[in-house]
Structure formats: structure tokens, C-alpha cells
């Protein structure tokens, strides 16, 4: 149980583009989902806290305009990368908590976006 | 702030014993995870310490002194496939249930 998928896994897009990642509970109702963003040999950081039906908390320093989050359903957020620069390249992953007062994360499997 | 040092990289034998140490510098701390996670691929869950004390999971414990702000990791009789990057996290008193994680330590299996 406890499975979280994310679409897509890999994806190359041109600069000026913008990208949505998708990140789904396949068994589960994800009352938050968590992004993150980690670079090469470098741990998760933490972009954004994102609950069902309500706005997502950002970051200090993640531009929020830039990294649109959309948190739907209890089974669905998505992440869009807008206007999408080569420093925007990284392996991008979501996680889900179960419940709340639960301090679990289940893990996506990420998103690789190269941005040429 | 949030500050939480692990060593970058460890290197032991196929079959020894390593420990991968964890310090933590935090405020309203709840408990602190390991994570596993091998290159391109996301991080999977090994343990979540709350209390003090050890807690063990076949090869894989976990330790954890709240006073001290310290954790460790603990592999038995390593195999090739435990290399690997292993992260520590902390996970905070609230109810978003955020968590900071370390930097992670790069273990590599020799044989």
C-alpha cells in the first residue's frame, strides 16, 4: 500500500516552456503532498507543502508565480514549471502523508526535467 | 535554524558493520528519519525515531538520543547493493509535517 506514482518521469523541454508534472496517491487519500527539487549530489529541498483544495505554502526563496502548484483532489497535485530555464534542470519528486498528525511520507518516483 | 550534519561520503567492505552518524541542531522536533536512496531513483523509507533508544530492522538499525541531538544508522553485514546515499531527516512538531533533510552520505560497498 501506500503507493505514489508521478508522470512523467522524464522530460526535456525547451527554454520558455513550461512543464507539468503530475503527482498522484494510487491507493491512498493524501491529505498533503510535499515537492522537492534536488540537484546533483545534493539532498531534497523542499519547494512547497501543498493540501487539497487549499493554496499551497511556499518555500522561503521558491518563487511562487514560477512554480505553480495545484492540489485538486486528494489523489492528484501537479507541480508547473513555467517559463522554464536550464537552471531549472533537476530531478523534481513529490512524497504524500497519509493523514494528518502522521509525519510518513510516502515518495514519488521523480521527475527528471532538462531544460535545454 | 534548521541544521543537520551528516559525514559526505563512508566507504566500507562487503559483509562489515558501518554506522552513519546524524547531528541535528533543530527546533520542535518530532522524531527523525532515514531514507535510502540510490542514484536517479527516490528515496525509500528505513526508519522514523521518536524516542530515545535503539530500534532494530534486520540488518538496518536506528539510534537516537534527543538530549545529545544525535542519530546513527547501523548496516550489518553490508552487501554490495547497500551502496547507496542515505539521508537523515528531521521531522518537525506540526501539523504540516515537514521535514529538513541532510545532505545525505554517499556509502559505497567495496568488495
Known amino acids: 500500500g501506500a503507493v505514489v506514482s508521478q508522470h512523467p518521469s522524464w522530460v526535456i523541454c525547451k527554454s520558455g516552456t513550461s512543464v507539468k508534472i503530475e503527482c498522484r496517491s494510487l491507493d491512498f487519500q493524501a491529505t498533503t503532498m510535499f515537492w522537492y527539487r534536488q540537484f546533483p549530489k545534493q539532498s531534497l529541498m523542499l519547494m512547497a507543502t501543498?493540501?487539497?483544495?487549499?493554496?499551497?505554502?511556499?518555500e522561503q526563496g521558491v518563487e511562487k508565480d514560477k512554480f505553480l502548484i495545484n492540489h485538486a483532489s486528494l489523489t492528484l497535485s501537479t507541480l508547473t514549471v513555467t517559463s522554464a530555464h536550464p537552471e531549472d534542470s533537476s530531478f523534481y519528486i513529490c512524497?504524500?502523508?497519509?493523514?494528518?498528525?502522521?509525519?510518513?511520507?510516502?515518495f514519488g518516483p521523480g521527475t527528471r526535467l532538462t531544460v535545454t | 535554524g534548521q541544521n543537520i550534519d551528516q559525514p559526505t561520503e563512508m566507504t566500507a567492505t562487503e559483509g562489515a558493520i558501518v554506522q552513519i552518524n546524524c547531528t541535528y541542531q533543530t527546533s520542535g522536533f518530532n522524531g527523525l528519519f532515514w531514507y535510502q536512496q540510490h542514484a536517479g531513483e527516490a528515496p525509500t523509507f528505513l526508519s522514523y525515531?521518536?524516542?530515545?533508544g535503539l530500534e532494530e530492522k534486520g540488518r538496518f538499525s536506528s539510534f537516537l538520543s534527543r538530549s545529545k541531538g544525535y542519530s546513527y544508522l547501523l548496516l550489518k553485514e553490508l552487501q554490495m547493493k547497500d551502496s547507496a546515499s542515505y539521508l537523515c531527516a528531521v521531522a518537525f512538531n506540526t501539523n504540516a509535517g515537514k521535514s529538513t533533510f541532510g545532505d545525505g552520505t554517499t556509502l559505497t560497498v567495496k568488495p
Open positions: 501543498s493540501n487539497e483544495g487549499s493554496k499551497a505554502t511556499y
Open positions: 525515531n521518536v524516542l530515545d
Open positions: 512524497s504524500a502523508r497519509t493523514r494528518r498528525g502522521s509525519y510518513e511520507q510516502y
